[in-house]
């Protein structure tokens, strides 16, 4: 079901401030604005279309196929229609969407034409990297070498490929910054680095279909997320924040609070997506998120204080995440190539998401 308008109540906002999902579209139609001629007639395989970043392509896809008449078309793999079906039913039955049920690592080619791939399916759970990392390694790895043979197969002129910010590894706590060109790396021998590591695998096949094959490949390296869509309730420490916020609790950090973070907003996302779809350049990868650090703990206060009842609680426990000290990239290189920058303020974004979610509080 399609969101309603809310309005935002809180005294530390300007008054009749209001924001709904379809402000955020027409910026994404706006600031696309020199790509969508390349994308009339379109026929477009997305994997992953499903996930938090596949139903931002889609809403920005079915919007502009709506407004400017492109003619696109897109069909989506999938593992579980039916519960896409219910999370969001505008998309599953959009008449431009065909949906086709498979897994991403031997899933049978779909006839037809296409024109575009978007290779987003990835399997990013925590827990299953804990508990199952030879089915991780083997979804990102295998899946993305189906998906290479798919545009070979088909032709396909334009594709991008959704890494992650996690090949670089470690970033240095003094590297405040991590730019593509950082050669850094997961260690190899530690289980825990195995989705960064299957990504890193997954770059290099890219790379290599580019060279061998041709097909033009662009590479996207994913930081962390804000927006719509995010699920709350899994391993990402800003959706836990936000739950805690809405549901009156205080916000709880459980590590130390010290590990360093950035957050775009997924309309930012969603518009860099599409130009590297049509515009990146092929066998370059691409950083992609906020330049604008925080802390775990400066970003529990700020929630609690945007949303939230004011508290929050710095537990001190042991960290056993991947990743404990800075995870932040240096986005010039896409600002120089491409003309892309973050427009929406971490503030913003985490309003917005809990907007999305169905926070209005009343007489803040």
């Known amino acids: 079901m399609e969101r309603v308008l809310f309005e935002e109540h809180r005294t530390d906002r300007p008054s009749n401030q209001r924001w709904e999902l379809h402000d955020d579209l027409a910026e994404v139609i706006c600031r696309c604005e020199n790509i969508w001629e390349s994308l009339q007639g379109a026929r477009i395989f997305l994997t992953g279309g499903t996930g938090f970043i596949g139903c931002w392509l889609l809403e920005a896809l079915r919007h502009a196929n709506r407004q400017l008449d492109l003619g696109l078309q897109v069909t989506i793999l999938t593992r579980n229609l039916s519960a896409f079906q219910t999370k969001a039913p505008h998309l599953a039955s959009y008449g431009s969407f065909r949906f086709i049920a498979g897994n991403v690592a031997d899933f049978a080619f779909p006839g037809g034409e296409f024109s575009h791939l978007i290779h987003a399916a990835t399997d990013a759970s925590a827990d299953l990297n804990e508990r199952n990392p030879r089915q991780m390694f083997d979804t990102v790895l295998l899946g993305t070498r189906r998906t290479l043979d798919f545009g070979l197969a088909k032709s396909v002129k334009r594709c991008l490929f959704l890494s992650s910010g996690a090949v670089y590894g470690q970033q240095p706590w003094e590297l405040e910054q991590v730019p593509e060109t950082w ?182």
């Open 183 to 364: 050669t850094g790396a997961p260690d190899c021998v530690n289980p825990k680095n195995t989705y960064a590591e299957a990504k890193r695998a997954a770059e290099m096949l890219c790379s290599i279909y580019y060279k061998q094959f041709g097909l033009e490949v662009s590479i996207a390296r994913i930081f962390a997320l804000l927006g719509p869509y995010l699920a709350l309730d899994i391993h990402f420490a800003a959706g836990n924040f936000i739950l805690d916020a809405l549901r009156g609790r205080p916000v709880i950090v459980q590590g130390n609070g010290r590990p360093c973070r950035s957050y775009l907003y997924a309309s930012d996302l969603t518009v860099w997506l599409l130009h590297m779809l049509v515009r990146g350049q092929p066998g370059k990868a691409y950083n992609v998120g906020s330049n604008e650090t925080v802390s775990i703990a400066e970003l529990a206060e700020r929630t609690a204080r945007l949303i939230g009842n004011g508290e929050f609680q710095v537990l001190n426990a042991g960290d056993t995440g991947w990743n404990p000290g800075r995870y932040v990239p240096n986005t010039d290189l896409v600002g120089q190539e491409l003309g892309l920058y973050k427009t929406v303020s971490l503030d913003q974004a985490i309003v917005r998401t809990a907007l999305w979610q169905g926070w209005n509080k009343q007489g803040d």
